[in-house]
């Protein structure tokens, strides 16, 4: 159940980023097919970051004491484009238009993320 909710707090994230970041855009034929392309998108965005993340982190820890976290935000992006790529791949209705929308995005979804979880906690924040 936690799964599923954190798939759907991601997917709910993607959309608002969709709304507030230009270049970042689903585009569904109808409503069913923006959802569904919304959680598609979110289990890919959550299997990239649950996969590479750890080992980005581990392979570049240098660079991360030596800016002081913001090459964290560099990172973000960078898992962004690849789940847009990703994405393109498998011929899903998601885009982003490069760099800059990627890293607006990735800062808007772990901030919606966040916003989003303090209201609806998993199963396993409420211990």
Do not use: Q
Not at 73 to 98: E, K, M, Q, S, Y
């Amino acid at each position: 159940m936690g799964f599923l909710i954190r798939l759907v707090t991601t997917a709910v994230a993607l959309w608002i980023t969709t709304l507030i970041v230009p270049g970042v855009e689903v585009t569904g034929r109808s409503g069913y097919d923006t959802v569904f392309t919304l959680l598609i998108v979110a289990l890919i965005f959550g299997v990239v970051n649950a996969v590479l993340k750890p080992l980005i982190k581990v392979v570049g820890c240098v660079f991360y004491l030596l800016t002081l976290g913001l090459f964290a935000l560099v990172v973000n992006a960078l898992l962004f484009l690849l789940t847009d790529w990703i994405a393109g791949t498998l011929r899903l209705p998601f885009h982003v238009d490069g760099f800059w929308p990627a890293f607006w995005g990735a800062i808007v979804m772990a901030v919606s993320t966040w916003l989003i979880s303090v209201v609806v906690p998993d199963r396993a924040d409420r211990r």
